[in-house]
């Protein structure tokens, strides 16, 4: 693994929460931030964008509150997420609510850009940018990110088709920095074995959305808890990028989910899916195929737990295994 610079360093769990469009808010985050990961939203969650300052302050006052009254168990550092696409005309108002207060790390998206890297360096902020392939990875470190999120197959919403093997390896032959792997991780287990191929962190997004802290309907969480990689469509319908969704919303919109036309990026908004017969996200509901993993809505305090134990497991089985090899 790479050596790691503040404040990804250590840190409580290898797990880094995805932003959830429409999904994240404050209060997710912050229980995923006290619960010991790195808790994430979109900032165009913030709606109007005013409302990104007063999110902004809410979330670092609660975790200065935390941290004070538990220095020995300390929150993990908090994400923002910016859409740097040029559809997106609130990225430089965003950006600077993110520099005022000092956002521990940008998750950039849908663009690089050296400006934006530029703007949380400006005050020791670490940025991670979304990627899908390996020539996509190189473009974003040469334009100043600091790590990568390496979105494969398997992802939730806008997501590659790469296996997750093979873009490790190819990034790692070249980076020796902070890297994310997102696909498929909804559980202890997946994130070792994310860390085994060469991540740094495994990256959750779809599991949180069934948690009592997010901003889902109680439906779309139900559908995540009941469903499967089964459920799971990759369509570029919707947004006129390609993602997966969950089956059951496109139904329940009216539409054959084996049987949906091609989209068109140039009639539609990109990143929010404005445009669409079905908007993405509201009606079409995002998802990733690690869900058969996730069995109950829970608080996201007792998710994160569950990670934990899996994963300390998951270590010890490894650890037993290379014992019984060595002394053999």
């Known amino acids: 693994m790479s050596k790691l610079p503040p404040p990804l360093n250590n840190l409580p769990l290898p797990i880094i929460a995805a932003p959830l469009f429409i999904v994240s808010n404050p209060k997710l985050v912050i229980a995923q931030c006290i619960s010991g990961v790195v808790g994430s939203m979109p900032a165009l969650n913030a709606r109007p964008a005013e409302q990104l300052e007063e999110w902004l302050i809410e979330i670092t006052e609660a975790l200065a509150v935390w941290n004070k009254a538990h220095p020995e168990k300390p929150a993990a550092p908090f994400a923002i997420n910016q859409i740097v696409h040029k559809s997106n005309d609130r990225l430089a108002h965003d950006m600077a609510m993110c520099v005022k207060y000092k956002v ?185 195929q690690g869900i058969g993993g996730v069995d109950k809505v829970q608080p996201t305090a007792t998710f994160v737990a569950r990670l934990k134990r899996e994963y300390v497991a998951a270590r010890a089985r490894v650890n037993a295994r290379q014992y019984a090899t060595d002394a053999a």
């Open 104 to 288: 521990p790390i940008i998750i950039t998206s849908l663009g690089a850009r050296e400006d934006i890297n530029a703007a949380a360096h400006s005050y020791g902020g670490v940025v991670l940018h979304d990627i899908i392939n390996n020539k996509h990875a190189r473009k974003a470190i040469e334009k100043g990110a600091d790590g990568l999120i390496a979105v494969a197959a398997g992802a939730g919403g806008h997501a590659g088709v790469k296996s997750p093997f093979a873009l490790i390896q190819e990034i790692r032959q070249w980076f020796d920095g902070p890297i994310a792997l997102s696909g498929a991780i909804a559980t202890g287990d997946a994130v070792l074995a994310a860390q085994a191929m060469g991540a740094d962190f495994g990256y959750i997004g779809s599991a949180f959305i069934a948690t009592e802290e997010a901003r889902a309907s109680d439906a779309y969480k139900q559908a995540i808890v009941d469903g499967n990689s089964d459920d799971i469509v990759y369509s570029n319908l919707f947004t006129g990028v390609h993602g997966n969704y969950l089956a059951p919303s496109i139904r329940n919109a009216g539409m054959d989910p084996d049987n949906l036309p091609q989209g068109d990026v140039k009639t539609m908004n990109f990143a929010t899916g404005e445009g669409a017969k079905a908007k993405a996200w509201k009606d079409i509901w995002g998802c990733g």
